[in-house]
C-alpha cells in the first residue's frame, strides 16, 4: 500500500472513529457491515458523507438491529437521492409508501420468485437495466427472516472489469447491449399471476457493455443474466459466447460477499457497481420477507462516451 493510500485510509478511519462508527469489512473485495448508526434518527450531513463513502469502496454495506418503520426507511432513502416508484411494472403493495416493493416468498411463490413455486430461475442480475437510468441504488430491509437458509450474495463489478485480460478490455469498452424486462423460466414452466405483471409492456434500453462510474471513475462491467438480451455490434452467436463468458466471469468467489439476514438487517447496494443473487435455499414452509426501495439513477456513460437509451416502453 502506498504512502498516499494509507494516508487516505487512516483518514477515514479517523472520520468514522469521530462519529462514532464502527466500519468492518466483511470480504477482500466487496461489502462492510456499518455499525453504530440509529437509522431511525435523522442523519447528520456528516453521517450521510461516511456512509456513502462506504458504499462508493465497499459496494454494499450492511446495517444490523435497526427497528425502522416505513417512514424511516423511506427517510434513509431520501438522504441519498430521490426514491423511485416501486418498480417500473409492479404494484407497490402499500398504498401510503408507493416507494415500497414487498419481496414476500408467501406472496410471490418459492423463494421468493415470481413465477409461483420457484418457477423462475435465480440469477446474477443488477436491477432494472431495462430501463434507460437503472437504480443509483437499492436499500432491501429484512421484516420477517427465517433461522436459516435466505443469503442474499453481491458481486463487485469493478473488480470483475478490472480482473479481465487486457485484449477483453479493449473489446469490451466499445460494446452496447440490449436489455429487456424478461423472466428467466425455468424449462417448461410458464410464467405464474405475478410474473406476468412483471412482463407487462416491453422495456429495452441500449446500455454500454462497460459504464464508467459517475463518482469513482471506475470501469463497470455492466451485463447481467437476467436482462441483458443481446449485444449490438455482434451476431447473436458471438454474442452469446462473449456474454456467457463475462456471466461467468462475474460470479467468480473472490469477487464476492454473502449476507446472512437476521430481523432489523438492512442491505444497501450501489446498483451501478453490483450485481446480486436471490436465494433458493428458503425452506418450505418458512416465511421470509423484506421490502425494498430504489434510488433514482443516472444514464449509464461508456468509455467511448456512449449514453444509454430507451428503445421500447
Do not use: C
Not at 39 to 68: H, Y
Not at 241 to 250: R, V
Not at 282 to 299: E, F, K, N, W, Y
Amino acid at each position: 500500500m502506498s504512502t498516499t493510500t494509507e494516508h487516505a485510509a487512516d483518514t477515514a478511519a479517523g472520520t468514522a472513529a469521530e462519529l462514532g462508527l464502527d466500519i468492518s469489512p466483511m470480504a477482500g473485495h466487496i461489502g462492510a457491515e456499518i455499525l453504530g448508526v440509529d437509522l431511525s434518527r435523522d442523519l447528520t450531513p456528516g453521517l450521510v458523507a461516511e456512509i456513502r463513502a462506504t458504499l462508493l469502496k465497499w459496494k454494499v454495506v450492511f446495517f444490523r438491529d435497526q427497528d425502522i418503520t416505513q417512514a424511516q426507511h423511506l427517510a434513509f432513502a431520501k438522504a441519498f437521492g430521490e426514491p423511485t416508484k416501486a418498480h417500473p411494472t409492479l404494484p407497490s403493495q402499500f398504498p401510503d409508501y408507493p416507494e415500497i416493493l414487498l419481496l414476500d416468498n408467501q406472496q410471490m411463490g418459492g423463494g421468493g420468485g415470481m413465477g409461483g413455486g420457484g418457477s423462475v430461475e435465480s440469477r446474477w442480475h443488477t436491477d432494472v437495466t431495462f430501463i434507460p437510468n437503472p437504480p443509483m441504488g437499492s436499500i432491501l430491509r429484512g421484516v420477517v427472516v427465517p433461522p436459516y437458509g435466505g443469503d442474499t450474495q453481491w458481486t463487485n463489478l469493478a473488480v470483475a472489469y478490472d480482473r479481465l485480460s487486457q485484449p477483453i478490455k479493449d473489446v469490451i469498452d466499445g460494446l452496447h447491449a440490449v436489455h429487456h424486462n424478461t423472466l428467466p423460466m425455468k424449462r417448461g414452466e410458464l410464467p405464474g399471476r405475478l410474473a406476468k405483471v412483471f412482463l407487462g409492456d416491453g422495456l429495452r434500453s441500449v446500455h454500454p457493455v462497460v459504464r464508467v462510474h459517475p463518482e469513482t471513475g471506475e470501469k463497470i462491467l455492466f451485463v447481467n443474466p437476467n436482462f441483458t438480451s443481446h449485444i449490438l455490434e455482434l451476431t447473436r452467436n458471438e454474442g452469446r459466447h462473449l456474454l456467457a463468458l463475462l456471466y461467468e466471469h462475474l460470479q467468480d468467489a473472490e469477487f464476492t460477499v454473502r449476507f446472512r439476514w437476521q430481523p432489523g438487517s438492512i442491505a444497501f447496494w450501489d446498483n451501478r457497481a453490483t450485481a446480486h443473487l436471490v436465494p433458493t435455499d428458503v425452506p418450505a414452509g418458512m416465511h421470509r420477507s423484506m421490502q425494498r426501495i430504489t434510488i433514482a439513477g443516472d444514464l449509464p456513460q461508456g468509455p467511448d462516451g456512449f449514453t444509454s437509451h430507451a428503445l421500447e416502453g
